[in-house]
């Protein structure tokens, strides 16, 4: 007999996958506000059941992502440039505070890690690996939630980082060399144990990113729109 556990285990990944992949789609300009979200699809796209898929949909209306209109289904909510500012503007506050904590407590093995981590993400830029870039990026700032041992803090950033995508980042024009260069900069607040400097770093780090994903935001929308409008006056 087959144990019904690793089924009722399997489904939460499943529909946190198809959340975060919808979630990107959304705060990248991927899916316009307005647009209608199937389940059927978002499974077909990600090879899962419709359930996990419908799951999400549901996770996301809860977030504020989309919004169920009676006959029609999910639709995407409304999202400017400015809510994702927004979002940034309130993650730089928190991460701030953490970063000034992680300077005041960084050892030399710590420093190292940083040291270490920017230089493989420097690495997966030069290479245009955009995964293994992302991938470094988030190392590099859990590695720093950890240096600055506050656990609480920590659980509150998860809550508003959850509303912001992990991958998407590394296709937006100007995205690497800002990481780039803003992560030089916070460990320089890190190395010279300087908790205001480290606090300042990853404030404007934070907010600079939301700019750049932002504006990115903004213009695949105008871009999108005025393609409408284009197709509305063809015969």
């Known amino acids: 007999m087959t144990s019904s556990r690793p089924r009722s285990s399997a489904r ?28 059927e699809t978002i499974g077909e796209d990600l090879g899962i059941s419709t359930t996990p898929a419908r799951e999400a949909l549901q996770a996301l209306r809860v977030e504020g ?20 500012r927004d979002l940034f503007r309130v993650q730089a506050l928190i991460g701030g505070e953490l970063a000034a904590r992680a300077a005041a407590n960084a050892t030399e093995q710590d420093v190292a890690e940083l040291e270490a981590l920017h230089h493989e993400l420097i690495a997966a830029a030069a290479r245009n690996d ?4 992302e991938e470094k990026n988030h190392a590099f700032h859990r590695e720093i939630n950890l240096m600055a041992d506050s656990r609480k803090t920590v659980w509150v ?5 959850r509303y912001v995508p992990r991958q998407f980042y590394s296709s937006i024009p100007g995205w690497p060399q800002a990481t780039m260069d803003d992560h030089a900069e916070l460990l320089k607040g890190i190395q010279a144990h300087d908790p205001d400097a480290t606090r300042s770093a990853m404030e404007q780090h934070i907010v600079h990113s939301g700019e750049l994903l932002a504006a990115h935001f903004d213009a695949r929308v105008a871009a ?12």
Not at 66 to 77: D, I, K, M, N, T
């Open 12 to 39: 939460p990944q499943l529909s946190e996958r198809a959340t975060a992949h919808v979630r990107g789609l959304i705060m990248s300009g991927e899916l316009r506000p307005g647009t209608l979200v199937r389940p």
């Open 224 to 235: 999108a729109e005025m393609a409408d409008a284009g197709g509305s006056f063809s015969t």
């Open 65 to 84: 992502f989309l919004e169920l209109v009676p006959r029609h289904g999910f639709v995407v909510a409304p999202l400017t440039g400015e809510d994702i």
């Open 157 to 161: 950033l998860g809550l508003v980082t």
């Open 130 to 133: 955009h995964d293994r870039l």
